[in-house]
């Protein structure tokens, strides 16, 4: 598997695979690390974001599938490994020794969570029947009809290449996005009564974000501390974050949602919804929407009267908008 990226601290140019290149081997991060190691760490933490993301973003049952005969601490099996504490000696066991679902309890951070173990039966590959189209006339044409030349679509054609001052401005497009981003995850599971510096840590290494971006939205963040809008939420009383909650939507359709920060100021519910960028004319009216939505929703479930904010805020700036349900 061959990688090519960059890395900011040292500034280099890093290949890796069954061709390195010499600041791979030569060169080291802050910590001490190989720079060829980063390939690997960042592989990992884009499994443990995705695996976070399967299991926090399931309805109802997480399934996974598995090999019993194979034990392997790497990609979603190796999550798997290091949240139940999986041994390989006695992997094998958990499962019935037939087809069939055995039920355990299986503790995960400190926490028991019901985890059923499911054997399927080998299906008999040997006899396979030919499949039938529902519409036998179709089915006898197709048979019959000539062969059709297959038709792949060209490639698009490249974009010309940027002028290194379009590239410049590209580049810091891009680390401020994935700073936006991170900064939104870190509002949207922030404690005002928490440990900043830990949570920033962990987010980090769950969105593989660079040092340098890191530090980008440690200093955001600081200054966001100095914010009417950060200080109004820590005096406030949060309810809850990332609440799970059914809307209806515009199109009748009833969808599940998550309101990002449910707070209760001045006997008020008020729902908090982060976005990123600038409130922009005709953004600002589905947002608003979308809001009104969710404060409908509280207002139904506690019979209290709820309030919205939208607080816009990235890397460069914030500004927030507030407003009655109707």
Not at 192 to 197: K, S, Y
Not at 297 to 306: D, F, G, M, Q, S
């Amino acid at each position: 598997k061959q990688h090519l990226f960059v890395v900011e601290e040292p500034r280099s140019l890093v290949m890796t695979g069954r061709a390195q290149s010499l600041s791979a081997h030569y060169r080291f991060a802050p910590g001490g690390a190989r720079l060829k190691s980063i390939a690997g760490e960042r592989d990992e933490a884009e499994t443990r974001r995705l695996f976070y993301v399967a299991v926090t973003r399931a309805s109802t049952d997480v399934v996974f599938v598995c090999n019993t005969a194979s034990f392997r601490k790497d990609g979603f099996f190796g999550c798997l490994v290091s949240a139940f504490g999986f041994e390989k000696d006695s992997f094998d066991a958990l499962w019935p020794d037939e087809p069939g679902r055995v039920p355990r309890t299986m503790p995960v951070g400190g926490t028991s969570v019901p985890v059923a173990f499911e054997k399927m039966a080998i299906r008999d590959v040997t006899r396979r029947a030919a499949r039938r189209l529902h519409d036998a006339g179709l089915e006898q044409r197709l048979a019959s009809g000539p062969l059709v030349a297959a038709s792949i679509a060209p490639p698009p054609i490249p974009p010309g290449r940027l002028t290194p001052a379009e590239a410049a401005v590209a580049r810091a497009s891009s680390k401020n996005r994935l700073a936006g981003t991170l900064l939104h995850r870190f509002l949207e599971r922030w404690d005002a009564g928490g440990d900043g510096g830990t949570l920033l840590a962990k987010l980090a290494v769950e969105s593989a974000a660079a040092p340098a971006t890191v530090d980008l939205v440690r200093k955001r963040i600081e200054s966001l501390r100095r914010s009417p809008t950060l200080a109004r939420i820590e005096r406030a009383t949060t309810l809850g974050r990332e609440i799970p909650i059914l809307i209806t939507d515009e199109n009748g359709q009833l969808v599940e949602r998550r309101i990002d920060r449910l707070i209760r100021e001045d006997g008020h519910d008020i729902v908090i919804d982060y976005k990123s960028g600038k409130p922009a004319e005709d953004r600002l009216a589905a947002d608003r929407e979308q809001v009104a939505r969710y404060c409908q929703a509280v207002e139904t479930i506690t019979a209290r009267p709820c309030h919205g904010w939208l607080w816009y805020v990235d890397v460069e700036g914030e500004e927030q908008v507030s407003f009655r349900a109707p």
